[in-house]
T-cell receptor
Framework: AQSVTQLGSHVSVSEGALVLLRCNYS??????LFWYVQYPNQGLQLLLK??????LVKGINGFEAEFKKSETSFHLTKPSAHMSDAAEYFC??????????????FGSGTRLSIRP | KAGVTQTPRYLIKTRGQQVTLSCSPI?????VSWYQQTPGQGLQFLFE???????NKGNFPGRFSGRQFSNSRSEMNVSTLELGDSALYLC???????????????FGPGTRLLVL
């Protein structure tokens, strides 16, 4: 079975500071990993995803994440926080492959606040 | 292209009633998935439909059902509503080419259901 653990339900950083949101996963098969963002009263938007290949993945809005198999981690970072980054962030995992691709297991989410 | 649309956006029902939610995927997308989001349980996969057939299913009781039409539009139904069914219900679609490569799921804004 697959699972995702997000460390910290709430993270607060100052504008311009480094953003680091932590995610650890558990999977018995090579995982596909995702980070989604959710703004208030909106659906989920994909920030980035790792399937195969390069372990450092760059996404939208300046975010990136690194897949570390040995640490079973997929932490999300952004060098300089912007006020518009305030939102809920979800790490997720799926088995990948054709038929299971839509069955995504989500973490519990991390709410990111940005201090002026 | 228009995004994933969900109707209605907000709904209030009473215990014991049933409800039907609708989802129109992005044009050309053949796979539609449904997720339930609650503060307590987070985001949970309900089921996925492809070619009018349920392809994957999460761990929800039989009161939760769905269907997909030939134009890929999907509906989900919850019968005998319980207070705990109050949630944001998200629909997501993806193109579902047979390349086997993980495709991006695009989420709709959700339907917020309140059960009184």
């Amino acid at each position: 079975a697959q699972s995702v653990t997000q460390l910290g339900s709430h993270v607060s950083v100052s504008e311009g500071a480094l953003v680091l949101l932590r995610c650890n996963y558990s999977s018995s098969v090579p995982p596909y990993l995702f980070w989604y963002v959710q703004y208030p009263n909106q659906g989920l938007q994909l920030l980035l995803k790792y399937t195969t290949g390069a372990t450092l993945v760059k996404g939208i809005n300046g975010f990136e994440a690194e897949f570390k198999k040995s640490e079973t981690s997929f932490h999300l970072t952004k060098p300089s926080a912007h006020m518009s980054d305030a939102a809920e962030y979800f790490c997720a995992v799926s088995e990948g492959g054709y038929s299971s691709a839509s069955k995504i297991i989500f973490g519990s989410g991390t709410r990111l606040s940005i201090r002026p | 292209k228009a995004g994933v649309t969900q109707t209605p956006r907000y709904l209030i029902k009473t215990r014991g009633q049933q409800v039907t939610l609708s989802c129109s995927p992005i044009s050309g997308h053949r796979s539609v998935s449904w997720y339930q989001q609650t503060p307590g349980q987070g985001l949970q996969f309900l089921f996925e439909y492809f070619s009018e057939t349920q392809r994957n299913k999460g761990n929800f009781p039989g009161r939760f059902s769905g269907r997909q039409f030939s134009n890929s539009r999907s509906e989900m139904n919850v019968s005998t509503l319980e207070l705990g069914d109050s949630a944001l219900y998200l629909c997501a679609s993806r193109e579902d080419r047979t390349s086997g490569i993980q495709e991006t799921q695009y989420f709709g804004p959700g339907t917020r259901l309140l059960v009184l």
